[in-house]
């Protein structure tokens, strides 16, 4: 199963960086295509941002209502999101409360996390990131 991080899914709305074909191919190998509250927040945020808030809610909209599943953030994830955001700090290689937390619900969930920002998210040992430039 794959959750989709926000660079991902901008991708896909943009049209950018080959992101239909490879989210085709994702579905042809019979992956359910996810993400978490906090990828949603983010795109919504970005929306408010554009000289066209309705047509980017609309699109925002549409490709959230295609995914199979949005995880939430429940209590699991908030204790999985305290202890890896402390150990982040105490090695100073903190990466930023949304990806920490993002982490936290693919962790839970046992999902990997697409995602174009490696830098960040390698950081993380229990996390299984797959770099959305290289599949």
């Known amino acids: 199963m794959a959750v989709l991080d926000t660079d991902v899914l901008v991708y896909y709305l943009r049209g950018k960086n080959d992101s239909y074909t490879k989210i085709n191919n994702l579905k042809k190998e019979k992956e359910s295509l996810n993400t978490t509250i906090f990828n ?8 408010y941002s554009m000289k066209n808030v309705a047509k980017g809610l609309m699109k925002v909209k549409l490709l959230v209502d295609a995914l199979d599943e949005i ?8 204790e999985e999101f305290a202890k890896l955001s402390s150990d982040l700090k105490k090695r100073g290689q903190t990466i930023g409360i949304i990806d920490e937390l993002i982490a936290s619900i693919c962790i839970i969930h046992q999902e990997s996390l697409y995602t174009g920002n490696i830098k960040h ?3 993380i040992d229990d996390l299984i990131v797959n770099d959305w430039n290289k599949i």
């Open 40 to 47: 949603v927040a983010e795109l919504y945020k970005g929306c």
């Open 121 to 123: 998210f390698e950081r």
């Open 71 to 78: 995880f939430l953030f429940e209590n699991d994830s908030a």
